[in-house]
């Protein structure tokens, strides 16, 4: 089977979309705020809910010219034509295929499976199928609240730095779920540094407030 040509002449949804890239500064700034990651080892995903990539290669590529032009995209559609059921197996994948997603969002290639990926879109899409089964996923979730705190403290202060550390650890074989508390390390204008767990930061930004208030004498 030709998939280029296969998806040229039907032309799917996903065809002409860029390839997303995740940033590895955006994955740094958000680091100390990951309220929770869960990672799987034989996970299955939504192969079209993958948006992007870490790999800076293959950014702003659309798919279809991914799938004419990667480059090891041939080496991977032989393999494909040999094996197709590597693809559709329930087994976990070797070599393997791997995905990172942050708050339920868009799917991003992670450290292996680039071309594996695009070569799965196209193949699912000709045959009707969606769910991409044996993939390692890693999932983030966000703390909102503590990134919105971070701010009001830059905001106020000489110099904040967020930092998290682990609070709870559970897994088994071939999963994992860690749960991470963000705290805040604040420098104020004297030069005294101070660490905040985030219900102190918010009390303290509270206390600021209040204090202003009464200077002015509104109560």
């Not at 002449?9 to 065809?15: G, I, Q, S, T, Y």
């Not at 868009?106 to 879109?121: E, F, M, Q, S």
Request: hydrophobic share 40%.
């Amino acid at each position: 089977m030709d998939l280029a040509a296969e998806i040229r002449k039907h032309r799917p949804f996903f065809a002409d979309q860029r390839i997303l890239f995740l940033e590895p500064d955006k994955l740094a700034s958000i680091e100390p705020f990951i309220a929770e990651t869960t990672w799987e080892d034989n996970g299955s995903i939504n192969v079209f809910m993958v948006a992007g990539t870490t790999h800076l290669d293959y950014r702003d590529m659309t798919w279809l010219e991914f799938l004419d032009k990667g480059e090891k995209m041939d080496i991977n559609l032989k393999l494909f034509r040999s094996n197709p059921d590597y693809y559709l197996g329930l087994d976990h994948k070797l070599p393997t295929m791997s995905y990172i997603q942050i708050d339920g969002g868009p799917l991003y290639v992670d450290a292996d499976g680039n071309h594996r990926t695009c070569i799965a879109k196209a193949y699912f899409f000709l045959k009707g199928l969606s769910m991409l089964h044996g993939v390692t996923i890693t999932h983030h979730r966000l703390d909102h609240k503590a990134m919105e705190l971070h701010q009001r403290l830059l905001n106020r202060f000489r110099s904040v730095r967020a930092f998290r550390t682990k609070v709870k650890r559970e897994d088994s074989g071939g999963w994992m779920r860690e749960v991470f508390e963000t705290s805040f390390e604040i420098t104020d204008r004297k030069g005294h540094v101070s660490v905040f767990s985030k219900s102190r930061s918010e009390e303290l930004l509270n206390r600021g407030i209040l204090a202003f208030f009464r200077r002015l004498k509104f109560f």
